[in-house]
């Protein structure tokens, strides 16, 4: 036994220099295994030198745009913004016409994998026809003006990496991989038949496409968040409380203990990043604070000594416009509509709190299960309107996600800065035939408000007038 070990131990050394020798990177590829001298395919290359002429700019921060001003990208960032005119030196010249420039889309709560798909068909179809079915929504997402998803659950490594290295259409992932939960946790959707878990026993199907990681202990839970940050996680999600679309945990419902909380947060902490949580109420949100957490996602029945806990430690909320939807609520089943119902009340409150405090916070839409919302994603965040200022809103789905996307750290797969139009930041640009500080709506019409969509200086669309 001792020399076959030793055998499969050299092999191990020895793979990746075969596998360099026989020009054997698409096997290097698919193995995930680093070889010498075999790179990974680049990025693909930006557009090119542009030039957005007489252009008023929303920067990501600012209640009001800047006067007439010219903007130039080069490769991938913005390198000069000016009043006075910028000779183009071969730039492509876009003419602006007084247009508004302004930082691409961000929604922090979003599932690339699972948004535009049903959830029968996405428990039974065939795993290549759903990857298939997301990138075509990815491509749908940039085209609605949102540049950057941070992805909070599902299989989208290798979406990501198909959409960096130029092969399919999408914006940019930050993704957490399988959301973590506990047994009867919102994030386990095994059936019935699956359970009782056995000790070493086969994952459930869900488990296995890698969109939920089921964990019972602190062990456990620092396992399952160790392998989402091996396959590429730049943060770690868990589901701290009870959920709308899960059958079998009420809303009410804490989930994870606080040493189970704790061990999530300490293996991302090694890494440089961050865990955020799917909570609802006031007990959830104060034991994931008290573990360490650093954003909250949802947080609709939280109290006001929850929300000034959380503007006192810092606390991100990302916090989504969850209202009644008569066709939404109609797809959902009775358990749903109940647990539902109780969220929507609680929304309100929830931005009420948020303004209160002034605690930080960012736009997410959360679709789920549903193609129609999906195509909605604009009309979720100008839906902001009810509670912010048009300002406040893009803003919540700009500069403040731009900063928190930073809390990866040294995993951030796309370092430099998000969210904003200043020079150095990254060239992720749309332009708006209309004035969105004045029309929130035009967010929510992609296809006739976006005339020019650019995601890391490439240009993705254009239908300026020349």
């Known amino acids: 036994m001792t020399g076959i070990r030793t055998t499969l131990l050299s092999l191990l050394f020895v793979i990746p220099t075969l596998l360099a020798g026989m020009g054997g990177a698409s096997l290097a590829h698919d193995y995930a295994i680093e070889v010498p001298g075999v790179e990974t395919e680049p990025p693909a290359a930006p557009t090119g030198a542009v030039l957005f002429e007489n252009v008023r700019i929303f920067d990501g921060r600012a209640s009001k745009l800047s006067p007439a001003s010219n903007v130039l990208v080069k490769g991938n960032v913005i390198e000069r913004i000016s009043t006075a005119a910028i000779e183009p030196a071969g730039a492509r010249v876009i003419a602006g016409s007084g247009r508004v420039l302004m930082p691409g889309l961000i929604d922090a709560h979003w599932h690339a994998f699972m948004a535009a798909t049903p959830q029968p068909m996405l428990m039974s179809a065939d795993p290549s026809y759903l990857h298939h079915r997301a990138a075509q929504e990815a491509e749908a997402t940039l085209m609605r003006g949102f540049t950057t998803i941070r992805d909070l659950g599902g299989p989208v490594f290798g979406l990501k990496r198909a959409i960096d290295e130029g092969i399919l ?27 009782p878990r ?85 007990q959830a949100v104060r034991r994931a604070i008290d573990a360490g957490v650093k954003c909250i996602d949802h947080g609709q029945l939280i109290d006001d000594a929850t929300a000034e806990l959380m503007a006192e430690k810092g606390i991100w909320w990302s916090l989504q416009p969850l209202t009644y939807d008569e066709t ?27 303004k209160k405090y002034n605690i930080k916070t960012v736009f997410g839409a959360d679709v789920l299960f549903d ?4 195509k909605r994603q604009g009309n979720y ?37 998000l969210g904003v139009v200043e020079e150095g930041a990254l060239a992720d640009l749309l332009l708006v035939d209309g004035n969105p500080l004045e029309d929130i709506q035009l967010v929510a019409d992609p296809d006739k408000s976006f005339v020019v969509i650019m995601k890391d200086g490439r240009i993705f669309k254009d239908t300026a007038p020349n």
């Open 198 to 282: 056995q000790p070493g026993g086969p994952l459930s199907y869900s488990e296995r496409e890698g969109i939920a990681a089921i964990a019972d202990s602190p062990d456990e839970v620092r396992l399952r968040t160790r392998e989402q940050l091996r396959n590429g996680a730049s943060q770690i999600k868990l589901m701290a409380g009870g959920g709308v679309s899960s059958p079998h945990n009420p809303i009410e419902s804490s989930q994870f203990t606080e040493a189970e909380l704790r061990a999530a947060v300490e293996a991302a902490a090694d890494w440089g990043t961050y865990v955020t949580v799917h909570a609802y109420t006031p």
């Open 371 to 374: 193609p129609a919302a999906a």
């Open 381 to 417: 965040l100008a839906m902001l309107a009810k509670w912010m200022t048009p300002a406040e809103a893009l803003t919540s789905a700009t500069a403040n996600t731009g900063e928190l996307l930073q809390l990866s750290n040294f995993i951030n797969p796309y370092p430099g800065k």
């Open 328 to 354: 939404v609520f109609a797809a959902m089943s009775p358990t749903s509509q109940q647990k539902a119902l109780k969220v929507f009340a609680g929304t309100e409150n929830a931005y009420r709190l948020a």
């Open 169 to 195: 259409v999408g914006p940019r992932i930050y993704p957490s991989g399988a959301f973590i939960s506990q047994t009867s946790g919102h994030g386990d959707f095994r059936f019935l038949f699956e359970l």
